[in-house]
Structure formats: C-alpha cells, structure tokens
C-alpha cells in the first residue's frame, strides 16, 4: 500500500476499491504509533477524493473538517 504524501496520479488512477476501503478503515480505526501515519492516510484519502471522486464517495465524511468555536 502506498503511504506517501507524493502519490501520483497514476498511483491514484490504479487504486482498486478493496484498496480505498482498507484506507478508510485504518483511518476509522484510528489506531496510527504517529500522528504523521494518519495524516498521510489522510493525504493520500483527500488525493483519491480529487482524482477518482467515485472510489471515496462512502467515504467522505473522513475528509470533512467539522467547524468548532473558538470563543
């Protein structure tokens, strides 16, 4: 599986669906040893959503930064 933030898009267009369920499931899971491990999945989810919208569509909400209040 490809862990990098420089992704390609051939890399992209290659991913299967089994690939991107696995990635959403690691990221439900939450279960990184750094913070940096999820962040990349993270990435590599949000590159997926741009290039092949399809593959991350049950999975949007992972991507979805909720508004907090700062007061």
């Known amino acids: 599986m490809m ?3 420089h ?3 051939q890399e992209v267009a290659k991913m299967t669906v ?7 499931k690691r990221l439900e899971q939450d279960d990184y040893t750094s913070p940096f491990e ?8 949000r590159a997926i959503a741009f290039q092949r919208p399809e593959l991350v ?3 949007l909400y ?5 508004a ?3 007061a």
């Open 3 to 5: 862990t990098t933030l």
């Open 7 to 9: 992704i390609t898009e």
């Open 18 to 24: 089994v690939e991107v369920a696995e990635l959403a």
């Open 38 to 45: 999820g962040l990349q999945d993270w990435h590599l989810l």
């Open 57 to 59: 569509e049950p999975y």
């Open 62 to 66: 992972l991507l979805d930064m909720e």
């Open 68 to 70: 907090y209040d700062e």
